[in-house]
């Protein structure tokens, strides 16, 4: 979930103050709200050494109502506390109906730091991972509100701050020598830390990583996530049983905010023709090599294809299976479910194609329809579609400790290419089938789409299945690229001799 | 949960017939209702082999329309079935909306064999429960019904079936290698089957385990488990906001059906005054011994004490702590919750009670309340005490995982015995206060609260935190029991040397 992250994200001095005066309105309403309604409020602030939790934390706290809240710091556990099970201090510390308990650190210290020191591991960290789910799910079924913020720097701004610290006599005792371990083994730690998001993201407790380079866009988005998390949580008690399309409530928050990961993604990167062919061939052949390998070492492999309409999802998958053996593929073209497929639970007509060990499935679209066109045109509830990110990587979960190689591309465009695309396809005789209503409708919604995509890319990008975005103005480029990343994870996963 | 089981159940034939005729009505007309509503359903058989799968699924299906169910058979994965993940052949015959699909052994088929044959342990056990988890959560939160039966037998009974089998020449053929060796392996399976049932039974897919030797009564059970859980689906179509008390439907079913284990519990057992007196001396004085070797070791233990009203939970508990050392142990006596509690998550009252590791907590009484007068005089929702089944076991969980001895006590007297000493307290003056109305109260709800003993104690007895049926209708053989049971589990669980 840290990849394809955009750390440089900032606001302006002007559009934070007139972000945050609105913000500052709207907390401790909320907050008295919650304390009328009796919910009770968890916040917790996980983070990277010299992410600036402390200041995160104090700006969060300064616009709420002292007596309502309390604030405990989650140190190494004291003699007393290892004589009990882990989570036993935090249950001491859940608030009370209608109060507010901030965490700096919490029980993902558990996971995290007892992990890093060796203490942790094996089916004793699964085991402190279910924990951590069912306590988390026990306080949200009792109807906690639970609110997770991972603080989120690189490891060249980690660097850059223990210096500035470490130049000062007054502040250089701040710097630790365990905090420049950390940055030493950065990452190493990096990849205990996605571990750790991947296995407690859930619709109940979803994380939000904060990208914590500028302080301003930070505490915005802190804020913003707080706000829209109690106010989603009042309007629960007269539940609503029709679904209905969710575009998230407009405030009027500086554009950094609602900008998207998508928005920085490269999208002038090409090749030229000559490059093009001479390098295509030699991939596909590369990848027949490889099937035959699949094939003998009996490795199952599937390709998720999903991207903006026009963004060359057909064309691109032609390429890759070009020069396969027509046995050892299959390619799953997947349209809006028919009657049957109606009739069963959504990921049934996914489970169905599963492909057999040593087999290749590409799916043309696929589950992930659920939480794209299903979520923003509402033909499921916001419930169910809140739920799908964690059924979903529960599946591919499912398939990836089977041993698949599952590989999931996004093909990415931006809107001005996608309309040069489109009017030539209205232009061109053969082409014409492939432009309807729907694509100009569905073309009116980009930005209800964008969001859904970056919450898709988020949640679902896990270690074992990450997302792949595929810069794809230029088709050429998106091809070869797919191509090697095929090939590279294939070669990662053949059994060694 | 497959300890404190009465498998002698039986119903006569007459019984059965009235019974059977009445129930099978019901259930097509059911089966229709499922059909109208869409509702998809599943059903599966696991048990002991020759507990009478084959059997008891034809009795199941003979009154219903062939057209909407299907019958499928789990037997070891064809080499295609290897070819992907194991969810994968389950998934591919999940019923359609409105449809009943029937499962001769499922997917606990993997968690069994597999682990038997040693193909499956440690962390990939552990996700296959986890994958199974998923599974049924995924199912059921989008709309389907799960009725899990689990048939029990005995290692005799078992023994005498096979025997039986193999004297005809005609049915010699159905008892193979693998069925004679489970059969002298059963405590080895025993004991893999009781981490199963713990590990998958939950609130939106219970286990019903049905006492299998006799047929009539299997059946029965069988039949009236699949009306009762379509029933209560079917109602939920609109949801009920209000808590009620829940008291079961009454249909004239054979007492047989209703009788629980603990009319089974023979509580004619009882010591002399001086054995007692002789043996409780040896018996604390063992204790204290082990208090201090507790301390040091570092091992923490809890007592949790349920029963009935003037069970004699307070003098037993006496006799259990009469010679500790007091900075050794605590009582913790718990009533209805006060503001402050009530103000919390249900069990937070009691993890801020958990003992130090090297310490003894004593629960009178505890977080069972939730599924005990809680459930019973609805103080909370069907849903709430349902869910805590789960929550109970989990929070155990965590518990035991550090190392807690923990033992759970239920004491147990009948009726008759209770109206004695009720009478007897409100005889003498130093008693009088020990009886309120409200101990009356409870008198006349005695069958409601057995139906919640009973299933408190089958679904939260489990392989590290077992429950204990005390007969205590002798005070005497009461607190040896408890004692005993106490000595045995810390000498077992105390690190040696």
Redesign the interface.
């Known amino acids: 979930m840290l990849d394809n992250l955009d750390l440089s994200r900032e606001v302006s001095k002007a559009d934070y103050k007139e972000a945050k005066d609105q913000l500052e309105l709207i907390l401790p309403a909320l907050q008295r709200k919650a304390k009328e309604m009796?919910v009770?409020v968890i916040i917790i602030f996980e983070g990277w050494s010299a992410a600036g939790k402390g200041t995160l934390i104090n700006q969060l706290i300064l616009p709420l109502d002292p007596r309502g809240f309390n604030v405990s710091s989650t140190l190494a556990p004291t003699v007393?506390e290892t004589?009990?099970?882990?989570?036993?201090r935090f249950?001491?510390r859940?608030p009370?109906?209608?109060r507010i308990a901030i965490f700096d650190r919490s029980w993902y210290r558990h996971v995290l730091s007892e992990r890093m020191s060796g203490r942790l591991r094996?089916?004793e960290l699964?085991?402190a991972y279910?924990?951590i789910r069912?306590f988390e799910r026990?306080?949200t079924?009792?109807g906690?509100v639970i609110i997770k913020f991972f603080l989120h720097i690189s490891k060249q701004e980690q660097k850059k701050r223990f210096s500035k610290l470490q130049g000062t006599a007054a502040t250089k005792w701040r710097v630790t020598s365990d905090d420049l371990k950390q940055n030493k083994q950065y990452d190493k730690y990096l990849s205990a830390l996605e571990d750790m998001l991947a296995e407690s993201d859930s619709d109940y407790a979803p994380w939000t990583v904060v990208e914590s380079h500028d302080q301003r866009f930070a505490t915005l988005k802190i804020f913003n996530t707080v706000v829209s998390a109690l106010e989603s949580r009042m309007e629960k008690t007269q539940p609503v049983e029709k679904p209905k399309p969710t575009r998230g409530k407009k405030r009027s928050l500086p554009a950094a905010l609602d900008a998207s990961v998508l928005d920085t993604v490269d999208l002038s990167v090409e090749v030229d023709r000559e490059t093009y062919d001479q390098r295509i061939k030699k991939r596909q052949a590369r990848l027949r090599e490889l099937e035959h390998e699949i094939y003998v070492k009996?490795l199952?492999v599937v390709l998720v294809y999903e991207g903006w309409d026009a963004a060359g999802k057909g064309g691109n998958i032609r390429r890759v299976t070009q020069n396969l053996d027509p046995r050892g593929y299959e390619v799953v073209p997947i349209a809006a479910p028919n009657d049957?497929e109606r009739?069963?639970?959504?990921?049934?007509r996914f489970?169905?194609q599963?492909?057999?060990?040593?087999h290749i499935a590409i799916f043309d679209r696929s589950w992930y329809g659920r939480v794209l066109v299903e979520r923003v045109e509402g033909f499921c509830s916001e419930h169910e579609w809140k739920?799908a990110f964690r059924?979903i990587n529960?599946m591919e979960h499912?398939?990836t400790?089977?041993g698949?190689v599952l590989l999931k591309f996004w093909l990415h465009i931006d809107s001005e290419e996608q309309l040069r695309r489109f009017k030539e396809r209205e232009q061109l005789e053969h082409k014409k089938w492939k432009i309807t209503e729907e694509d100009w409708r569905n073309r009116d919604r980009w930005d209800t789409y964008k969001t859904a995509v970056e919450e898709m890319l988020f949640r679902t990008s896990t270690p074992h299945a990450p997302w792949t975005i595929v810069e794809s103005n230029c088709k050429w480029f998106a091809r070869l690229k797919v191509l090697d990343t095929v090939i590279e994870a294939i070669e990662k996963s053949l059994p060694k001799g």
């Open positions: 009796q009770p007393e004589m009990r099970p882990f989570l036993w249950w001491n859940i009370a109906s209608g094996g089916t699964q085991q279910e924990d069912s026990q306080l079924d009792g906690y009996r199952p049957i009739a069963h639970h959504y990921l049934w489970w169905t599963i492909p057999k060990a040593g739920r059924e529960e499912h398939l400790n089977f698949t």
